[in-house]
């Protein structure tokens, strides 16, 4: 039996995005996280962090980690993070989405410009209209083919490149 499609009652975020999970009060797990945030203890997980990144910086001027970017604020703002703030050198890597916006497009070109290096990967278009076609049908993801895309062709690029750690910018 199918669910019917519905809103976070926090935010509006809808049920069928992505790794979305919802409470008894319908509220996504995205809402639930903010909320979390505002009173947990940072200085442990900071740690954390240095650590496993003093355990992976190249130090060679290689890639030590990879960062998915599309245009947009979060895989950006993560990629310049992780190389001014950390002093890692990461890879940018996009998947082509499936309609790109001319923001999106201009955003992402002048962040390359700013100093990072980037792999652009634009898969099969008609393998992508029969993932998404399918991913619509079976779970109401119309570009169900780039969000596996996502996933996967930046864990290839890593494992190719043997690039230790891949951070993404956005969680459901």
Known sequence: MTTR???CSSCLNMSTRPRIEFNDQQVCNACQWSEE???KDW?????ELEALLDKHRAGDGSFDCIAPVSGGKDGSYVAHQLKHKYGMNPLAVT???PLSLDIGDSNLKR???SGYDHIQISPNPEA???IDREGFIQGGYPYFGWLSAMQAAVVRIASRLRI???FYGEDG
């Open 5 to 7: 499609p519905f809103w």
């Open 37 to 39: 945030k505002k009173i």
């Open 43 to 47: 200085s442990e997980r900071s740690d």
């Open 95 to 97: 998947v082509t989405p």
């Open 111 to 113: 962040f390359i410009g």
């Open 128 to 130: 992508m209209r029969k």
């Open 164 to 166: 230790p750690l891949i």
